[in-house]
């Protein structure tokens, strides 16, 4: 089924221009009658059909059912603080963390990020993220699209997240504090998870987290990508404590 993101959900008619246009009348070629599912990033659905495609003003219009609240809610609420890492690296960050159910991302302002982003920059790269975790909650048949933060300091970072959450920062100099012994005793229902940019975290940042309550550990004996490194804490944590089991 064809998945579209719109930002208003409710029965009757939606119009569909620009690229989302272009997406369905000329990638994907269809024409009325053909079924849509639309969803509005916050957990609601809805079936449509194509009622009418306009080539000459550009525009789509969908006839849309009533809406419903999908799936309930993932057995864990991720928060992911990924430092600002190069352009591609943080698109692809962004797309597959979605693919993982991640609920928000905290794009944080590292001593060692190599990107520097100036206020206008960051809301413009926010916008950016928001747009790539729509279409990769499209891609994967999410109803929910993750909360995309604008660019903060570390120390602000460290607030995301529900207050009862289990807390973890990863850091190359802990490799021998394995992830399995630092899980909580009992189930977590949300987890924060911390990593750091290319160059890693500074050791003043891990003591900080460490003082926000965060546990310092390591993923392994072998050096990772800062872009690997998140993805695969997300996979880790979230099968440890049952999102992925």
Known sequence: MTR????????????????????????????????VTIFDGRGREARARVAVVDAGRGELVLEAEAPEAQAAPAALDLTLL???L????????????TELGVARI?????????????PTRAAAKATRWRKIAREAARQCGRSGVPAIAEPCDLAEALKAG??????????EGARASSL????PDEPATAAVLAVGPE????????ELARAAGFVVIGLGPRTLRAETAALAALAAVGYA???LA
């Open 241 to 243: 404590l049952g999102d």
């Open 180 to 183: 399995r012994a630092a899980l």
């Open 4 to 35: 579209l993101w719109v930002p208003h959900l409710a029965a009757g008619r939606v119009a569909v221009s620009g690229a989302d246009y272009r997406y369905l009348a000329r990638v994907l070629r269809l024409g009325p009658g053909a079924p």
């Open 82 to 84: 990924i430092a600002l």
């Open 86 to 97: 190069k352009a591609e690296k943080m698109d692809l960050v962004v797309q597959k963390a």
């Open 106 to 118: 905290v794009p944080v302002c590292a001593a060692r990020s190599v990107v520097r982003l100036d």
């Open 199 to 206: 160059g890693g975290f500074e050791d003043a940042e891990i």
């Open 162 to 171: 529900p207050g009862d959450a289990w807390r973890a920062i990863f850091f």
